[in-house]
T-cell receptor
Framework: DSGVTQTPKHLITATGQRVTLRCSPRSGDLSVYWYQQSLDQGLQFLIQYYNGEERAKGNILERFSAQQFPDLHSELNLSSLELGDSALYFC??????????????FGQGTRLTVV | DQQVKQNSPSLSVQEGRISILNCDYTNSMFDYFLWYKKYPAEGPTFLISISSIKDKNEDGRFTVFLNKSAKHLSLHIVPSQPGDSAVYFCARNTPLVFGKGTRLSVIA
C-alpha cells in the first residue's frame, strides 16, 4: 500500500460526458502528479501541483483540468470525453525535499472507459 | 519532446543471469534519475534513483549507472529472478517524466 488513494477504481462513461477523478496523497506529501497510461504510450505526464499551486504542465489537453485543494487532495476533471480518452489515470505524490522530488508514490489508478 | 527514451520495448533473460535495462535522455538539466517497476493492474513502485552528481548507485541486486557524456543510464539486476518480471520505467525530475518502459521477462 503506497498510501496514495485514488477513487473510483473503475469508471465507464459515454462520449461527450464529464468525469472527475480523485486523489488523496500520502500524509505529508505536498506534491501531486497526474499521469495517463494508454495502450503502448507509457506514462504520460499531465500536470503537477505543489501545495495547492500548479507547478508543471505536461501533455494535458484543454478539455482536462485539475486542482489541488487546501487539504492537499487533488481532482482531475475530464470533459467532452472521447473514445481515445480511455486509459488508466494514475496519481502520484511526493514529499519534495527542498522542492526536489526524490521519489513519488503512485496510487492504484483509475481505469476510465469511454463508450 | 520525449526527454527520456527507452528504446527496447522488451527484454527476456534467464533466471540467475544479469538483466540490463537502458535509458537515454536528451536534456541534461535534471537532479535525479529514477527507476520504477510496474506490475499489471498496479501503480508503479519506486525502485532506485541516482543523483546527477554520481556515476553509480547500488541497492542490493539493483545497480544504476549514469554516463553523463553519453546521456545514458542503465539498470542492472543481478541475479535476475522470476519475480522481477515487470515493466520498468526510467524517469527524470523535475517534474517526473517517464520513458515508455521496457517489459522484462525472467525465464525460470
Amino acid at each position: 500500500d503506497s498510501g496514495v488513494t485514488q477513487t473510483p477504481k473503475h469508471l465507464i462513461t459515454a462520449t461527450g460526458q464529464r468525469v472527475t477523478l480523485r486523489c488523496s496523497p500520502r500524509s505529508g506529501d505536498l506534491s501531486v502528479y497526474w499521469y495517463q497510461q494508454s495502450l503502448d504510450q507509457g506514462l504520460q505526464f499531465l500536470i503537477q501541483y505543489y501545495n495547492g499551486e500548479e507547478r508543471a504542465k505536461g501533455n494535458i489537453l484543454e478539455r482536462f483540468s485539475a486542482q489541488q485543494f487546501p487539504d492537499l487532495h487533488s481532482e482531475l476533471n475530464l470533459s467532452s470525453l472521447e473514445l481515445g480518452d480511455s486509459a488508466l489515470y494514475f496519481c502520484a505524490s511526493s514529499v519534495d525535499r527542498d522542492r526536489v522530488p526524490i521519489e513519488a508514490f503512485f496510487g492504484q489508478g483509475t481505469r476510465l472507459t469511454v463508450v | 519532446d520525449q526527454q527520456v527514451k527507452q528504446n527496447s520495448p522488451s527484454l527476456s533473460v534467464q533466471e540467475g543471469r544479469i538483466s540490463i535495462l537502458n535509458c537515454d535522455y536528451t536534456n541534461s538539466m535534471f537532479d535525479y534519475f529514477l527507476w520504477y517497476k510496474k506490475y499489471p493492474a498496479e501503480g508503479p513502485t519506486f525502485l532506485i534513483s541516482i543523483s546527477s552528481i554520481k556515476d553509480k548507485n547500488e541497492d542490493g541486486r539493483f545497480t544504476v549507472f549514469l554516463n553523463k557524456s553519453a546521456k545514458h543510464l542503465s539498470l542492472h539486476i543481478v541475479p535476475s529472478q522470476p519475480g522481477d518480471s515487470a515493466v520498468y520505467f526510467c524517469a527524470r525530475n523535475t517534474p517526473l517524466v517517464f520513458g515508455k518502459g521496457t517489459r522484462l521477462s525472467v525465464i525460470a
